[in-house]
């Protein structure tokens, strides 16, 4: 038997641990190829459609993704399995084999692997390349379907690409192994377990650092987001770390032999293991929990994003179609009377309308930086704007004498651009009035458009003085028509657009469904591309619990076999190894669902929306998932270990 046999009679008979690595690997490669396929299409790279532009660079980020999350995968995987097969190598080189020999013998395993993952996941990366391209045609609105087509340059980067990859840390990580010395390598798996020990003070860092990460996280706004991405990510990966490595050991020490319901029966075998190999497992819990948090707030933002889009767009743009005619004595954009038209020609039922005329009015206020400048607004009736706020459900507001209300129509900014009952002096003209603003309002009311952005609203009294004194061509007038089945109204928003003179002026007038159809677009190719990098993640995270389960398979089968002597029964038994692969399960699972639970609060901070039921929806099929590979993984864990007892009987 050569050395090329050797290693294919080692894979066969390491099939179980090479299961979940092999099918992640596949999966990588399959994905890569898809993406790969789509960027270098002709008909991408050489057509005109709509959105292909931005969705090319989007998968490119995605591939870069892929390939730097496969390093780290494959050359954790690589270390793993040299690791648990050190005994192996060390019986091996005893029985002659040089160094150089089981360099080779290595190098023949981690090849014959990696071409056969690179072979099949290209095979279904092209099986499943047509409904691919199907579905992107689709989401990208294309008049003809992106033809399935062989693309060479696909094959090339998938195939060498990845080659190259599991070449280069295949060469890296064998040389660890050709250094030792057979003796080092025999100890490696004999070494006794210490009761693992933990510093006081590094456990109080975990809890400080996890509590500035969920301060920051629960108190983000629009106005300190960037200031505190990059302190977030610090302070949670510190804290994640060291929660593993130190609070983890604590906590196990802390109740270990005293009288607790957790130290009965066989949860004493199941957690006097996790006290003892708890170091060992810490990496991985890290490296789970993170990952978990990673995928549950990367997929649970695009999701939350494009689910609440149809509401977001309501709020920032209060009116389906919506204008501002800078001089109210003439209609300079567009005829009311042809935007109704056009609507009822369309067959859309018209809710409401708005017609409200406005003075432009001067003040000082503070900036967001703190600066004292000159604002403009436009001053409305307080019986008009009370109309709108009825038709769009919010409540109404009341005043007295001089009292006055700022109106800022984008409700994530949570920021006072004036103090309560701060006085405001207003200028129309050669006139001065002094006014008081009890309340600001971020609510979108009327098109945001120009000087209608911003607006005070005053007392119907109030403001017939003022309008009084100035003529109707200094003044603004807004428009807005709100119907039903908006986001349907595509073709008949393009019409009004075509018909309505912007010479100059594209600013001047909106509509909600071509933006809406536009972001919504994007929304879908991002939660596209998205769901296939996350469901990587997925499958990596839980190939790395399944790694770490079978690469010690060998120590488990002792240790079981001893309880089995000693009076343990079979159902004890597959009650201890179904808790000890719960726990590498599930932990991980349940920090990284209270990480993505306060990224979801930012979130919902940051939309100024309600996010609650898309955050269960996420984590409840994140959940299903990941019982789902628990559960296979417990199956098949539970069979290997248990196999031999089988014939003690």
């Excluded at 302190?231 to 050991?249: K, N, R």
């Excluded at 920090?591 to 940051?606: C, D, E, M, R, W």
Aim: hydrophobic share 50%; with cysteine; glycine share 6%.
């Amino acid at each position: 038997m050569n050395i090329r046999h050797l290693a294919k009679r080692n894979i066969e008979g390491n099939a179980k641990r090479y299961l979940a690595y092999f099918l992640s690997c596949i999966f990588a490669v399959t994905i890569f190829y898809m993406y790969a396929a789509f960027i270098f299409h002709p008909d991408v790279i050489e057509g005109e459609m709509k959105g292909a532009a931005v969705t090319r660079r989007g998968m490119i980020a995605a591939e870069i993704i892929i390939i730097i999350f496969s390093v780290f995968f494959i050359s954790y995987s690589n270390g793993a399995f040299l690791q648990t097969r050190k005994k192996e190598f060390g019986l091996l080189t005893l029985f002659g084999m040089s160094k150089g020999q089981l360099r080779k013998l290595i190098y023949f395993e981690q090849t014959i692997v990696s071409i056969l993952a690179i072979v099949v996941g290209v095979g279904l990366g092209l099986l499943f390349s047509k409904l691919f391209l199907m579905l992107m045609s689709a989401l990208l609105s294309v008049d003809s379907p992106i033809e399935f087509m062989l693309v060479p340059e696909a094959f090339l980067y998938t195939i060498g690409g990845f080659f190259i990859l599991f070449q280069l840390l295949t060469l890296l990580g064998l040389f660890k192994v050709g250094k030792q010395e057979p003796i080092d390598l025999l100890k490696e798996a004999s070494k006794p377990k210490n009761t693992p020990l933990f510093s006081y003070w590094l456990v109080l860092l975990t809890v400080v650092c996890l509590s500035i990460t969920y301060y920051l996280a629960a108190t983000i706004a629009m106005l300190n987001v960037f200031g505190r991405i990059l302190p977030i990510l610090f302070f949670v990966l510190v804290g994640t770390y060291f929660l593993f490595t130190q609070g983890s050991v604590a906590v196990m020490k802390s109740i270990y032999g005293k009288k607790s319901r957790l130290y009965r029966g066989t949860n004493l075998v199941t957690d006097t293991n996790m006290l003892f190999h708890v170091r060992d497992f810490s990496k991985m819990f890290f490296l789970t929990s993170v990952i978990t948090a990673v995928i549950l707030t990367a997929a649970g933002t695009i999701f939350m994003f494009y689910a609440d889009l149809k509401d977001q767009s309501e709020r920032n743009m209060p009116q389906a179609i919506g204008w501002v005619e800078n001089n109210a004595e003439q209609h300079s954009i567009i005829e009311p009377d042809k935007v109704r038209k056009t609507l009822n020609d369309g067959g859309f039922e018209i809710l409401y309308e708005v017609d409200i005329v406005g003075v432009p009015v001067s003040h000082f206020m503070e900036n967001v930086t703190g600066e004292r400048v000159e604002g403009e607004a436009l001053l409305l009736p307080e019986s008009e704007i009370n109309r709108i706020l009825e038709k769009r459900g919010f409540a109404t507001i009341e005043l007295r004498d001089n009292q006055a209300v700022y109106n800022y129509p984008y409700e994530y900014l949570e920021y006072d651009f004036f103090e309560k009952d701060e006085h405001l002096e207003i200028q129309v003209q050669n006139l001065t009035e002094e006014v008081v603003i009890i309340e600001q309002l971020n609510k979108g009311v009327i098109a945001p458009i120009g000087i209608a952005t911003s607006s005070i609203i005053v007392r119907d009294q109030l403001y017939e003085q003022i309008s009084n004194e100035v003529p109707l061509s200094n003044k603004a007038r807004v428009h807005g028509f709100e119907m039903d089945n908006w986001e349907q109204a595509i073709e008949v928003s393009e019409m009004i657009e075509a018909e309505a003179n912007l010479d100059g002026a594209e600013h001047q007038l909106q509509t909600r469904a071509t933006g809406f159809q536009s972001i919504k677009q994007g929304s879908a190719l991002t939660l596209f591309i998205g769901l296939f990098v996350s469901l990587l993640f997925f499958i990596v995270q839980g190939s790395m619990i399944y790694l770490k389960l079978f690469t010690t398979i060998e120590d488990k089968k002792m240790q079981i076999y001893s309880l089995f002597r000693v009076g343990l029964t079979r159902k004890e038994i597959r009650k201890i190894l179904n808790h000890e692969v719960a726990m590498l399960f599930f932990i991980p699972f349940v920090i990284g669902t209270v990480h993505a639970l306060f990224a979801y609060v930012a979130l919902s901070n940051l939309l100024a929306a309600n996010l609650t039921r898309y955050a269960a929806l996420v984590i409840g099929i994140y959940f299903i998932l990941q019982l789902s590979y628990y559960l296979i993984t417990r199956k098949l864990y539970a069979k290997s270990v248990t196999n031999d007892i089988r014939y003690t009987n």
